[in-house]
């Protein structure tokens, strides 16, 4: 890590002095100002001449801050060009005079390069010495007194010094200690400090959590690294390519042990670049360098020919031979390094052809898994769709006679059995289609509004029969500040509260289940719900928390009853997902479990009559009349029967020609389209009357998969969907929104 903290360090420090001049007189500050924009311009033997003549003024003046001030910088020179015994010499004797200034800024700073000289040198134990004589320094009562510094300075002198410490502690893997000083640096206000000292601090914290085996947090941190450093250029910190190769490189070993080839594959790549360009600029740094020394040598040689010719005469000969001897050694190192770069290109070159390789094995088992979900996704879609038709024609006729009063009390008993049969039934087929979508994600929310007190009250009484069932009672609990309408997707999130609901039930007994609705936050246009699920059931064990949650994953519920598919949950938690939300468990055995989570809504205008649940159309009270284009006969009996009693006037077409005919002879308020019929089907029929008749909304009612139908663009001719077997709530719901539609239309 050669020269690596020098140049940020350097710049900072030369920044600062630059601007005392009530430290230093008019004549010192003038000496620092030059040497300091010849080091800018990288006039290297300049600033070491004018630093020298800087150390010269201030020894004859015995002015303290200057001595301090001048070997400071000149160990920087020497620690630039790897000259360790000058450089320490350099940083001690400015200590000494820093102390004798009393600037406990200038002795936490020689006392830190201190540090990372005895650092490179291999001495980690002297060097963690002198970074926390600094770091006692940068926080001594003194220095915070002194305002010759601002508390800006004082916090990035602390900063660099704490990620130095940082550093060291984990090298030896003193995790406790890195901790500490961790916790001290996340308390200084990095905005404070330049870009690559941040991605710096970030590449630490990544070195930190990967000892503590937290991969995924250690991958976050060594990004943040890779988005800082890309964000500055080179002329910035000359640092930055050596620092982004190794974090690619921790990123490429990382994912390569995760066995993410393509990831790894993409680190790897910008390891190369990234090591390409730094060992261009650092073979570029060591050649100016060298000329450097060579300078600065032959500067010390000048001095010595003015007090002893014939000695300077000795000593420029042996310098010659010595630079032979390092020219020599530099091209033979030279030569290793690019027989060395040569080698490594060929076994990379290698590498990447398998990793390509690999990648293309990799996109063909993705190609062959995609496919394969999809044709388990249509196997599904189609199986499901069978399924529901003869269940409508179940479900259906069973509602109706229940509904009747002539049943004796055994026949009504039987009844209700077939219809919960026939009800399980049915939630199971919709929860198989349900995962299906969700793991092909097929499902897109909707944003429609809601009257969510409305919707609330309706799901807890839904309820009725199951709650009786395990003699139990539910309580709705609305925050007041709830908004009357909100935008959202009511079937999703009825679908997750009935889940949740359902499932305290069924592990609660001669109890009481809690539906809390709390406001946390809310302004004009947007509130932030929370939504809380209690009950006083048998409660989780804590070593099941984590797996109710997996694919049909059950638990025993408080009744020994059957317990379901095992995929309520798995959908619940998946369905949260999709409102940007996750869902939070609490539970405790025998006092019972708590289900939560969060979700942010538009607030909807409340003035709009067609979102109301509750408005009554005009004509409500002499009934709509309704066209039902359906072939299959129990189905006609069993939607005719639900329209009539809720007050609608219904009208029976078997064919889609025969509902053309009845749509050009009488004017129907809505029609009730089946898509597959005999003679002509449900969509050439309703492209047919939209020929004559633009307005009248027609819905498809089909045991067709929601999201498919909406996918093929042949059914657009239709204004909305409902499926079968079909909700009674959501059914009139549909039909209902679509006649007030026309209406305002």
Do not use: W
């Not at 004589?133 to 900063?159: I, W």
């Not at 500040?481 to 009825?494: A, E, G, N, V």
């Not at 048998?538 to 020994?560: C, H, M, V, W, Y």
Request: proline share 1%; net charge positive.
């Amino acid at each position: 890590m050669k020269n690596y903290l020098f140049v940020g360090l350097l710049f900072f420090v030369i920044s600062f002095y630059a601007q005392k001049k009530t430290r230093l007189p008019y004549t010192l500050d003038s000496i620092n100002n030059v040497a300091y924009q010849h080091f800018v311009e990288f006039e290297i033997l300049e600033s070491f001449k004018t630093y020298n003549k800087l150390k010269k003024l201030s020894d004859s003046t015995n002015h303290y801050y200057g001595q301090a001030l001048s070997n400071f910088y000149l160990g920087n020179i020497y620690k630039f060009m790897d000259q360790y015994g000058d450089a320490i010499t350099s940083f001690q004797t400015s200590k000494s005079a820093a102390i004798l200034a009393n600037d406990y800024y200038l002795i936490a700073s020689a006392n830190h390069v201190l540090g990372i000289v005895f650092k490179r040198q291999g001495y980690r134990d002297k060097a963690i010495n002198y970074i926390e004589q600094a770091l006692e320094s940068a926080n001594s009562t003194q220095l915070l007194k002194d305002s010759n510094y601002s508390q800006s300075e004082k916090r990035k002198l602390n900063f660099k010094i704490l990620v130095m410490l940082a550093e060291s502690y984990l090298t030896k893997k003193a995790t406790v200690k890195v901790k500490k000083v961790l916790e001290r640096l996340h308390n200084i206000n990095n905005a404070e400090v330049d870009a690559y000292n941040r991605a710096y601090l970030y590449s630490l914290l990544g070195r930190y959590f990967l000892l503590k085996n937290k991969i995924d947090t250690a991958i976050v941190e060594y990004k943040k690294a890779k988005t800082t450093l890309e964000q500055i250029t080179l002329k910035e910190s000359k640092f930055r390519d050596l620092l982004l190769s190794k974090v690619c490189k921790k990123l490429y070993r990382i994912y390569e042990a995760k066995a993410d080839d393509k990831s790894a594959f993409r680190y790897l790549k910008k390891y190369n670049y990234y090591n390409d360009l730094y060992f261009k600029e650092a073979n570029k740094r060591r050649a100016d360098v060298g000329r450097s020394k060579f300078f600065i040598e032959n500067y010390k040689n000048a001095i010595q020919i003015a007090n002893n010719e014939k000695l300077y005469q000795s000593q420029i000969a042996q310098k010659t031979k010595n630079v032979n001897y390092v020219m020599s050694f530099a091209i033979f190192l030279l030569v290793v390094l690019l027989i060395n770069i040569y080698i490594n290109f060929n076994s990379k070159k290698a590498l990447v052809g398998i990793l390509e390789k690999r990648n293309i094995e990799l996109e063909s088992a993705k190609d062959h898994a995609l496919e394969s979900s999809e044709s388990k996704s249509r196997f599904i879609s189609s199986v499901t769709h069978e399924l529901r038709t003869p269940l409508y024609g179940v479900v259906g006729i069973t509602s109706l006679l229940l509904e009747g009063n002539s049943l004796n009390s055994v026949d009504s008993k039987h009844l209700k059995s077939l219809k919960y049969s026939g009800d399980y039934l049915l939630r199971l087929i919709n929860k198989i289609l349900e995962f299906s979508k969700i793991e092909s994600d097929k499902i897109v929310l909707k944003k429609i509004p809601v009257d969510l007190r409305q919707l609330l009250e309706n799901i807890t009484g839904s309820f009725d029969y199951k709650l009786r069932e395990g003699n139990n009672k539910i309580e709705l609990n609305i925050d007041s500040r709830l908004p009357k309408y909100i935008c959202c997707d009511s079937i999703r999130l009825s679908q997750v509260l009935i889940n949740l609901i359902g499932n305290s039930a069924k592990f609660t007994n001669s109890g009481y289940i809690y539906l809390n609705v709390i406001v946390i936050s809310l302004n004009k246009h947007n509130v932030n719900v929370r939504f809380e699920i209690k009950d006083t059931g048998t409660g989780i064990p804590k070593e099941k928390i984590e797996t109710i949650f997996e694919d049909f994953s059950q638990l025993n519920n408080a009744r020994g009853k059957e317990n379901g598919t095992g995929l309520g949950l798995t959908i619940t938690k998946k369905l949260i997902t999709l409102f940007n939300s996750k869902i939070e468990v609490e539970s405790e055995l025998g006092v019972g479990s708590q289900f939560s989570f969060n979700v942010e809504y538009n607030i909807s205008n409340q003035s709009d009559k067609s979102h109301s649940a509750k408005y009554v159309p005009k004509k409500a009270k002499d009934g709509y009349n309704i066209l039902i284009v359906e072939d299959n006969k129990i189905n006609q009996v069993i939607t005719k029967g639900l329209l009539k009693k809720a007050n609608y006037s219904c009208f029976i077409a078997d064919n889609g020609k025969k509902a053309i005919e009845a749509a050009k002879n009488f004017k129907y308020d809505l029609i009730l389209m089946d898509i597959n019929m005999p003679i002509m089907g449900g969509e050439e029929s309703a492209k047919i009357i939209r020929t004559f008749n633009k307005t009248i909304p027609i819905l498809a009612l089909t045991a067709a998969d929601v999201e498919d139908f909406k996918e093929n663009e042949k059914y657009k001719v239709f204004n909305g969907l409902i499926t079968k077997p079909f909700d009674n709530y959501e059914f009139f719901q549909t039909i209902e929104y679509n006649l007030i539609r026309k209406e305002i239309d």
